[in-house]
């Protein structure tokens, strides 16, 4: 652990503003104290002389040549120094600001901070890649339970990978928060990725709005993920194999599926429902039925034995859920989305949501977690049995792209409520959550603050930064000043899954990216390549007249 | 070998601030080179009182200064220069060169170097001598063999015009005599330059 490294880099000078700060001085010619490295000094705790890591927040010059050196660009001021006398190369020195992480503590497998300033005058060290490598991770690069997402951005590329800890964010959920084109989709491949390495075999759920994961399925082909007799399986339900079945909604999805509901029609719908309910066989009933159901809780029922079609309530009940459900392709009367077919170790299930009308996807959203919650809750404590289809005896991974979608912040949206259910009451239950967002403004500040491990990428937005800003406190200032500043591929991973936050380059991925920008010169382009003439003169040219028939009436018999 | 006087002690302006007058052609049998007291040199001024702790005061010398007494005597001369040398010598001796040298150490009777502010005090026609090699090289390093520039404070707090000059020498002398220590008076001299040559400059 105390490999004594060859040259110090800086020195002491003292605390900083801050307990946690400390700060050094370093001429640092070479560059090599950047932002967000990590440095350290020796100090002797209880008997052993430790490496005290911290990270580079702050650099400040407190040497410069004048500025009237650099009068002509032509002319290095080092050379005006020179010509002064001055012939030294010295000709900068820096202030730099370090916030103190600690030692880390194998017993604890955490950083344990010293809480004691460094001696003014000690000498200061980077980091070797050995010692990082080791203290950063969790878990071992390609150990069990280990996601392998890249290497630390302020050395070079692959000195020091960083894996993340897989228990760490599918029991305490984890949240992607990224710009558009800053490469989150991509991200979030390299963790599927992962999670369906051989060393972790995942039982993975993936709501795809834009049907950007469907390359995934190459995984299947590649040895890479193969180990032995295990090989992963993705499985892509399209929109039109989606299925929720009628019987499974909630009267709150019921609400919110139909629009403008009146406060009677509210009532008699709760009415109807519970009836439904209570009449049905096995739980299960259809569209007819809750049809049924409303029609014989209707109000005027009870003074006429017998339907009242007039009656305005139940009439525009009818018709709002049979146009909500009846003509929908996705709602049925018998068919569902089976757990068993959706969850299993080593799958990665992807439901490509996209033609899908938003409300309807948060309510496939909302009644798929309420189901997969409820499985997961009945199967830890023994209701279902083996044969049972929502026996769950595995924890499951749900990874929602365009999460604001589905947990607004300012809004109400059915799936809201079984998100922060699950959010908070999930760990127990092996639900873990992965929520993959845009605009964190957008999205319930909630929703946002229970997940335990985030992966931030570049955000410009100043509400967005802002909103990250109060929800996420295990992200230091001086990261979320990063922020803006990254570039595609470089995220702030920060939280339960890894000791310290980190600044990494995501890793390439495996599996080709299937979420990249259409590239319209180039469509353009091929529209008028030699190959493509003949196509374009058929796509172009004008109909051929035809004779018109008129029939005697002059109606148009045929064209 | 010791080396021969170079001059005497004419004259202080504090304690540590004397004046010494570079023996001139007559007044000794081997005048000293300028090249033996030039700007930065180290210099013993030996204590003539017998029984004192103190044997002699180390002195840097940081300025000179040329008398001549005909300077401004601009009318004609009577008797030219090749005369003069006959008739009255003495006239000739009138110019001196003076040394400002600053009392920045002692060596006591039993050989021990000391830098500071000496407690002892030269009086007028102590014999001034350039310090030898070994005794700079003794005056210098501490008990571990390192360099040390105990004085500095004292140059500096001189506030004299020539004091960045001054230091900058005596660390190129030391870098000399101190090899392996080269990089920590980089770092010394480095500090005196910057704020001497690169911050005036701006």
């Known amino acids: ?559 | 070998m010791t080396h021969l006087p170079i001059g005497k002690i004419v004259k202080s302006n504090s304690h540590i601030d004397y004046v010494c007058q570079v023996f001139g052609q007559g007044e000794t049998l081997h005048p000293p080179a300028p090249s033996a007291y030039g700007f930065g040199s180290f210099v013993a001024v030996e204590l003539e009182t017998a029984g004192e702790p103190s044997r002699a005061l180390v002195g840097l010398v940081y300025n000179t200064l040329l008398m001549n007494p005909e300077f401004g005597a601009l009318g004609p001369r009577l008797s030219p220069r090749s005369e003069v040398e006959i008739f009255s010598p003495d006239y000739l001796a009138e110019t001196a060169t003076l040394l400002g040298v600053i009392a920045i150490g002692w060596l006591d009777v039993v050989g021990q170097v000391h830098q500071g502010v000496p407690a002892a005090v030269a009086t007028v026609n102590c014999l001034v001598r350039r310090l030898e090699r070994t005794e700079l090289l003794t005056f210098h390093a501490d008990d571990a063999g390192q360099p040390q520039l105990r004085y500095t404070p004292l140059l500096l707090a001189h506030n004299h015009a020539l004091v960045a000059p001054l230091l900058l020498a005596v660390i190129d002398q030391l870098g000399e005599l101190f090899p392996l220590s080269r990089r920590r008076l980089t770092v010394m001299r480095n500090n005196i330059a910057w704020k001497s040559i690169v911050q005036p400059a701006g």
């Open chain 1, 1 to 559: 652990m105390n490999s004594q490294p060859v040259q110090p880099i800086g020195t002491v000078k003292g605390p900083g503003e801050t307990p946690n700060d400390y700060l050094l001085i370093a001429p640092d010619p070479e560059r090599r104290v950047k932002h967000g490295e990590f440095v350290y000094y020796l100090a002797l705790i209880e008997g052993e002389t430790r490496e005290i890591l911290g990270r580079v927040t702050g650099r400040r010059p407190v040497k410069l040549l004048p500025d009237s050196f650099l009068a002509d660009p032509g002319v290095p001021p080092a050379t005006v120094a020179a010509l002064l006398g001055y012939e030294s190369e010295a000709t900068e020195l820096f202030e730099i600001t370090v916030r103190v992480l600690g030692f880390h503590s194998a017993e604890m497998g955490d950083f344990i901070n010293p809480r004691v300033p460094p001696v003014g005058g000690a000498p200061v060290f980077i980091a070797t890649d050995a010692l990082l490598g080791q203290v950063l991770n969790k878990r071992p690069r390609g150990g069990r339970g280990s996601a392998f997402l890249g290497s630390l951005l302020s050395r070079p590329e692959d000195a020091v990978p960083i894996a993340l800890d897989v228990r760490g964010f599918t029991g305490t959920h984890l949240a992607v928060i990224a710009s558009t084109g800053s490469g989150k989709s991509y991200l979030a491949g390299v963790l599927l990725e992962e999670l369906l390495m051989p060393h972790n075999r995942a039982a993975i759920l993936v709501v795809d709005p834009h049907g950007e994961y469907s390359t995934l399925q190459e995984m299947m082909n590649l040895g890479e993920f193969s180990e032995g007799n295990y090989k992963p399986r993705v499985r892509i339900f399209r929109p039109d194999q989606l299925r929720v079945r009628i019987d499974s909604l909630t009267v709150g999805d019921l609400r919110y599926l139909l629009p403008n509901l009146s406060e009677k029609m509210h009532y008699q719908l709760g009415r109807a429902f519970n009836f439904a309910q209570r009449s049905a066989r096995n739980g299960h009933y259809t569209l007819e039925q809750l049809l049924y159901a409303v029609r014989q809780t209707a109000e005027s029922k009870k003074e006429s034995e017998g339907f009242d079609e007039d009656d305005p309530t139940t009439g525009a009940l009818v018709w709002r859920l049979q146009s909500a459900l009846g003509h929908s392709r996705i709602f049925h009367d018998f068919e569902n989305l089976e757990l068993e077919a959706l969850f299993k170790p080593g799958q990665c299930t992807i439901l490509q949501l996209n033609e899908i009308d938003r409300r309807d996807q948060q309510v496939i959203v909302a009644t798929l977690l309420r189901r997969v919650y409820q499985a997961r809750m009945d199967t830890a404590k023994g209701k279902l049995d083996r044969g049972d289809p929502s026996h769950l005896p595995y924890p499951v991974f749900c990874l929602l792209e365009e999460a604001h979608n589905y947990a607004p912040a300012n809004a109400d949206a059915v799936s809201s409520e079984v998100l922060k259910t699950i959010l908070s009451e999930g760990r127990k239950f092996g639900v873990g959550i992965g929520l993959i967002t845009q605009r964190p403004g957008k999205l319930d500040s909630d929703v946002l603050s229970q997940c335990m491990t985030q992966c931030i990428m570049r955000i410009t937005n100043p509400i967005d930064q802002n909103r990250i800003a109060e929800s996420i406190e295990s992200v230091g200032r001086d990261l979320l000043q990063e922020l803006p500043n990254l570039s595609k591929g470089q995220v702030v991973v920060s939280g339960a899954s890894v000791n310290t936050p980190v600044l990494i380059k995501v890793r390439r991925r495996i599996t080709p990216h299937g979420g990249q920008d259409l590239d319209a010169p180039a469509e353009w382009l091929q529209w008028f390549a030699q190959d493509r003439a003949a196509e374009q003169a058929r796509d172009q040219a004008l109909f051929v007249e035809k004779k018109i028939q008129y029939e005697d009436d002059g109606d148009v018999l045929w064209a």
